[in-house]
């Protein structure tokens, strides 16, 4: 009886603390749903009124925040600019992290795991030490308040990343894969492409999207070098455009957080496993 | 006979005579796959590396392009800034609450995923949610819970009878603080968590159930048997916590803008306004460089525990 009883009380912590975990994790996002669709006359009661509660739908919830943030802002223009950097971003960085992630994996011997976290490390070099002078290197090219500075500056961390992220891919793919295609006869490079590449599409994939995501979550470039409403991405145009003078505009500023952040956890939580895999991978020797 | 052996030769020559070309050289083919991304790095990266010191110490400001050379004149005006002690105490401030405050949450929320229960994919779903949502716009989210009128937060507390009066959460620098604090460690927990879910699996299972049968209790268990076997991993954890919390700006920068009064400014935001905002180039980047003797030792630690992990492993 009291064993049982025990066992009943472990079991009721562990809900317990799981349940407060993940109240903590999705308040936030509760709270942009709730915003973004509640009436303005429910919305801004003062928080004083002990009557009010804001926790729920005290009117119908509205589609005019939406409706708003679509039709009068830049919203869509924003998710447009983010689309095509990131987009850009993505090709330039496979282009560069693909091969050296390849050579790491199989083609370098010692000085290449030391190069493979030599090259992991500059991607904790972080934005904040380089954006001043950054901003020198933009103002001689002419690119100041143009996406294109941040098309070229992504890279640096994007880069590194998905460098590592691919070394690790590369590794778990068996080596005598592409001997057996050398001794058949293909070059080194033949191999590569028509036998590890078509193995490591998945892993191309997740880098692919894990660049991406880097991109959108980069405030810090975006608010040094983009002043042009016009030009921004979401993560800069959200929180600095929408808020006119003084005023925010809470209702549509959390629809278009919660429309933005919706597809990415969703696309986040598909790949995290994967993703996970190919970090830890990289770090062990293969 | 002869001839026909000859022939089966030749036929097959093309195969195992192949001309050697640099494609077959594995040494020079890596380092011309590795050179462009090297290359890239290292001119985006190694020579604005490089500028962010000479820019420390010259009067350089943004507009114009030249160099005025002042030695470490920044570096002295900075340090009799009382702003920038402020700054430098609340990034220290921040980095060590939030990270202990990180990494007891994260092994919390680990051991609590580790144990099997009704809904636990879910759970590990949703506790990853704030780590891929994008700063700024999760920031926003809690300048709204936090706002001076509309606080839910305020409103619960007083429903619940915690409070009486009513916070500002950004109009007081000590609450201003706690509230940059909470956002972030609402942000980097599920990553850390991440982490430790990953090195808890690594611990073999027999090693565990050894000291259950031996009668550890809980807290011995924890403490002599999970933690030990845990600290590479939770090491590594910390290092990226404290690198990407003490050079961070989107939090403090969107929640507070610095204020009130320029009392939760850190040394990265601090550097924004200076360098960027007061188009101070060289005081910038001098306010922004006295974070790398942190960094430096972060990646130094962070090679050795990598180092001692393939030991071990």
């Known amino acids: 009886m009291k064993r049982r009883l025990a066992r009943a009380a472990k079991r009721v912590g562990l809900y317990g603390a799981a349940l407060a975990f993940t109240v903590f994790a999705v308040f936030p996002f509760y709270w942009m749903f709730l915003t973004a669709f509640k009436q303005d006359r429910d919305l801004y009661v003062g928080g004083t ?58 083609l ?52 590194p990343f998905c460098t590592w992220l691919l070394m690790g891919f590369f590794r778990s793919i068996p080596r005598d894969i592409e001997e057996q ?26 880098a692919a999207i894990f660049a991406f995501t880097l991109v959108m979550q980069d405030f810090v470039y975006a608010l040094t070098f983009i002043s042009s409403v016009g030009k ?21 500023l959390m629809a278009a957080a919660l429309i933005t952040s919706v597809p990415i956890a969703i696309v986040y939580n598909l790949f995290i496993d994967r993703f996970i895999a190919g970090l830890t991978a990289g770090a062990v020797k293969g | ?85 402020l700054a430098l105490r609340n990034t220290t401030l921040f980095t060590v609450v939030s990270q202990v405050l990180v990494m007891v949450m994260a092994t919390a929320a680990a051991s609590v995923l580790e144990a099997a229960f009704f809904g636990r994919r879910g759970v590990r779903m949703l506790l990853l949610l704030p780590w891929a949502v994008p700063v700024s716009l999760a920031a926003m989210a809690w300048t709204w819970i936090f706002d001076s009128t509309f606080s839910v937060v305020n ?11 009513w916070l500002y959460w950004f109009g007081d620098p000590t609450l201003a603080m706690i509230a940059i604090i909470t956002v972030h460690v609402w942000r980097m927990f599920p990553f850390a968590t991440v982490i430790v879910l990953a090195g808890m699996s690594a611990i073999p299972a027999e090693i565990r159930e050894a000291a259950v049968v031996d009668g550890a209790s809980f807290w011995r268990r924890l403490f002599q048997v999970h933690l030990p076997l845990l600290l590479p991993v939770v090491t590594v954890a910390v290092l990226f916590g404290v690198v990407f919390t003490s050079t961070d700006l989107s939090v403090v920068y969107l929640l507070t803008r610095g204020g009130p009064y320029n009392s939760t400014h850190v040394l990265a935001s601090l550097a924004f306004q200076r360098g960027i905002l007061g188009a101070d180039l060289g005081q910038g980047a001098a306010i922004a460089l006295f974070l790398l003797p942190v960094l430096v030792v972060v990646a130094i630690l962070m090679l050795r525990v990598a180092r001692r992990a393939e030991v071990g492993g």
């Open chain 1, 181 to 206: 295609a050398m001794i058949d006869g293909y070059s080194r490079l033949s191999a590569m492409r028509k036998v590890v590449l078509p193995l490591a599409i998945s892993g191309i994939l997740t």
């Open chain 1, 232 to 252: 921004m991405t979401v993560s800069l145009g959200i929180p600095v455009a929408l808020v006119r003078g003084d005023v925010f505009y809470w209702g549509s």
């Open chain 2, 155 to 165: 409103w619960t507390f007083r429903a619940v009878g915690l409070l009486k009066g």
């Open chain 1, 108 to 159: 370098a011997g010692r000085w290449g795991e030391r190069l493979g976290i030599g090259i992991f490390l500059t991607y904790l070099i972080p934005p904040t030490l380089l954006f001043i002078p950054f901003s020198r290197v933009i103002a001689v090219l002419g690119l100041q308040n143009s996406p294109w500075a941040l098309v070229l500056v992504y890279p640096t961390f994007t880069i």
């Open chain 1, 49 to 106: 009124v002990a009557t009010h509660i804001p926790w729920i739908f005290n009117d119908p919830p509205t589609l005019e925040h939406v409706q708003l943030l679509f039709r009068q802002t830049l919203y869509l223009t924003w998710v447009r600019n983010t689309v095509w950097i990131g987009g850009l971003v993505v090709l330039i960085t496979l282009l560069f992290a693909l091969p050296a992630g390849y050579a790491l994996a199989r």
């Open chain 2, 1 to 85: 006979m002869a001839l026909k052996e000859a022939q089966s030769v030749v036929a097959a020559a093309p195969a195992v005579f192949r001309r050697r070309t640099l494609a077959d050289r594995d040494d020079a083919l890596g380092r011309l796959l590795l050179a462009p991304a090297l290359l890239y790095v290292v001119l985006l990266v190694g020579v604005p590396f490089g500028m962010a010191v000479l820019l420390s110490l010259s009067a350089a400001r943004s507009g114009t392009l030249t160099f005025p050379w002042v030695g470490l004149r920044n570096f002295w005006t900075i340090a009799a800034d009382a702003q920038f002690r």
